[in-house]
């Protein structure tokens, strides 16, 4: 049995060195691209922000769309209807920044409109409001950037996305979250840990996928592979356009310049309910991307626990092959917390105000990785489970990845 244990220790050890050299990829093109740099591209930009609710940090969030250093920009505010509480707190932010004529513009220019799209039926909500807005803008706007409200965006946050779109090989930008965890809780702390494994997958290669809460692309583009159309029955809105960008043959390129603050508290509940419908609807509409995902934490988990086991059973027993035995559970070990610290270094110089508070999830992320990593793998694997989901409220049932059902929110899950 222990030649069984020590053939599958070399090949998971073998395994680890492209792990290793994808994540030292990752941080070398980081590091380089993380501060913005000056771009002669910038066309007139529609900054397109779809809201439901208030989120934990909503006016600073929202006030971060206002202080964009871009020369031409509009903002795009959309809700379900008027009821959401989110339309009377952007009412009143689009007041704080009207001159005295009362029109939606703010001294330098910008200007803020705030839609409502009504009840989605054949779609997510989400997907709903950005479709009914994107149907109504005017042609005048060359670039689409989507925002999440959740994301606090820094001042050159639209110049950095809209820039990649300059080479005629690309056809999307995407930026990605990094949560702030603004309680002192574990499962903000986990949260924060798993998310930040997920951002480091990210990089100079042609496995990207765009983020709805950060991404762009150029208007003529959007209606050429037929956003619009595709987004009519889709329970999301960046997977589906990434798979689009990359049947037209084109790139979706990640900007390090474009991670963005998401201030989150969520409970226990809420996180494994989040985190769950993050995998299912990766499940849905990449199932390469899931599978993958499943691969790499599953292969980690089995191996680093079943060699842990093997090792103190064998040191319990007092044999010398337990030396041998841990070396598998070591190495996965050091790697696994070599690349956390390498992701939780550059975020803190990505983003310097929140380093206090990024440091307990940073400490979960590189003390407590194999049990981060097993939480990850059971969320894969709940998400395997079934086809329901619960979103802002509103329950939606996937039958695939262009056929969104939206069901009574009583009914079993």
Same mark, same amino acid.
């Given at each position: 049995?222990?030649?069984?244990?020590?053939?599958?220790?070399?090949?998971?050890?073998?395994?680890?060195?492209?792990?290793?050299?994808?994540?030292?990829?990752?941080?070398?093109?980081?590091?380089?691209?993380?501060?913005?740099?000056?771009?002669?591209?910038?066309?007139?930009?529609?900054?397109?922000?779809?809201?439901?609710?208030?989120?934990?940090?909503?006016?600073?969030?929202?006030?971060?769309?206002?202080?964009?250093?871009?020369?031409?920009?509009?903002?795009?505010?959309?809700?379900?209807?008027?009821?959401?509480?989110?339309?009377?707190?952007?009412?009143?932010?689009?007041?704080?920044?009207?001159?005295?004529?009362?029109?939606?513009?703010?001294?330098?220019?910008?200007?803020?409109?705030?839609?409502?799209?009504?009840?989605?039926?054949?779609?997510?909500?989400?997907?709903?409001?950005?479709?009914?807005?994107?149907?109504?803008?005017?042609?005048?706007?060359?670039?689409?950037?989507?925002?999440?409200?959740?994301?606090?965006?820094?001042?050159?946050?639209?110049?950095?996305?809209?820039?990649?779109?300059?080479?005629?090989?690309?056809?999307?930008?995407?930026?990605?979250?990094?949560?702030?965890? /603004?309680? @002192?809780?574990?499962?903000? =702390? #986990?949260? %924060?840990?798993? &998310?930040? $494994?997920?951002?480091?997958?990210?990089?100079?290669?042609?496995?990207?996928?765009?983020?709805?809460?950060?991404?762009?692309?150029?208007?003529?583009?959007?209606?050429?592979?037929?956003?619009?159309?595709?987004?009519?029955?889709?329970?999301?809105?960046?997977?589906?356009?990434?798979?689009?960008?990359?049947?037209?043959?084109?790139? /979706?390129? @990640?900007?390090?310049?474009? =991670? #963005?603050? %998401?201030?989150? &508290?969520? $409970?226990?509940?809420?996180?494994?309910?989040?985190?769950?419908?993050?995998?299912?609807?990766?499940?849905?509409?990449?199932?390469?991307?899931?599978?993958?995902?499943?691969?790499?934490?599953?292969?980690?988990?089995?191996?680093?626990?079943?060699?842990?086991?093997?090792?103190?059973?064998?040191?319990?027993?007092?044999?010398?092959?337990?030396? @041998?035995?841990?070396?598998?559970?070591?190495?996965?070990?050091?790697?696994?917390?070599?690349?956390?610290?390498?992701?939780?270094?550059?975020?803190?110089?990505?983003?310097?105000?929140?380093?206090?508070?990024?440091?307990?999830?940073?400490?979960?992320?590189?003390?407590?990785?194999?049990?981060?990593?097993?939480?990850?793998?059971?969320?894969?694997?709940?998400?395997?489970?079934?086809?329901?989901?619960?979103?802002?409220?509103?329950?939606?049932?996937?039958?695939?990845?262009?056929?969104?059902?939206?069901?009574?929110?009583?009914?079993?899950?």
């Amino acid at each position: 049995m222990l030649i069984v244990y020590y053939i599958f220790a070399v090949i998971i050890l073998l395994v680890q060195f492209p792990i290793l050299l994808e994540g030292y990829r990752h941080f070398h093109y980081t590091r380089k691209k993380y501060r913005s740099k000056p771009s002669h591209y910038q066309p007139k930009a529609a900054l397109i922000c779809p809201c439901k609710g208030i989120d934990t940090t909503f006016n600073r969030n929202i006030q971060s769309l206002f202080r964009q250093e871009y020369p031409d920009y509009e903002i795009f505010f959309v809700v379900e209807s008027i009821d959401d509480p989110a339309h009377e707190r952007l009412e009143q932010i689009i007041r704080q920044h009207e001159p005295a004529n009362g029109q939606h513009e703010i001294p330098d220019g910008t200007k803020a409109h705030l839609s409502v799209a009504g009840k989605a039926t054949t779609c997510a909500q989400k997907v709903h409001n950005l479709r009914s807005l994107c149907q109504e803008l005017d042609e005048e706007f060359e670039v689409l950037v989507f925002v999440d409200s959740d994301a606090c965006l820094k001042p050159y946050f639209l110049s950095s996305m809209t820039h990649p779109l300059r080479r005629r090989e690309v056809g999307a930008s995407t930026g990605y979250r990094w949560y702030v965890p /603004v309680k @002192f809780s574990l499962s903000n =702390f #986990v949260l %924060s840990a798993i &998310n930040a $494994s997920v951002a480091s997958s990210l990089g100079p290669h042609n496995w990207n996928c765009t983020w709805g809460g950060a991404m762009a692309i150029q208007r003529d583009t959007f209606l050429r592979i037929g956003i619009l159309e595709i987004w009519q029955n889709s329970c999301t809105d960046d997977l589906p356009l990434t798979r689009a960008v990359k049947d037209a043959g084109l790139k /979706v390129a @990640f900007v390090p310049a474009c =991670f #963005v603050a %998401s201030y989150e &508290n969520m $409970s226990w509940g809420e996180f494994f309910s989040f985190a769950r419908r993050q995998f299912l609807i990766t499940r849905i509409c990449m199932p390469r991307l899931w599978r993958l995902a499943l691969l790499s934490w599953g292969h980690f988990v089995l191996a680093f626990w079943t060699g842990l086991v093997v090792t103190l059973w064998l040191a319990n027993h007092h044999s010398v092959h337990a030396i @041998f035995a841990g070396i598998m559970p070591a190495f996965l070990l050091a790697v696994f917390m070599a690349k956390a610290m390498i992701r939780q270094v550059m975020i803190q110089k990505i983003l310097p105000e929140d380093r206090l508070r990024l440091l307990p999830g940073a400490l979960t992320d590189i003390l407590l990785g194999p049990v981060v990593a097993v939480i990850a793998l059971i969320l894969l694997l709940a998400s395997a489970c079934s086809r329901t989901m619960v979103w802002r409220g509103i329950k939606y049932r996937l039958h695939d990845y262009n056929h969104t059902e939206i069901t009574p929110l009583s009914s079993d899950i």
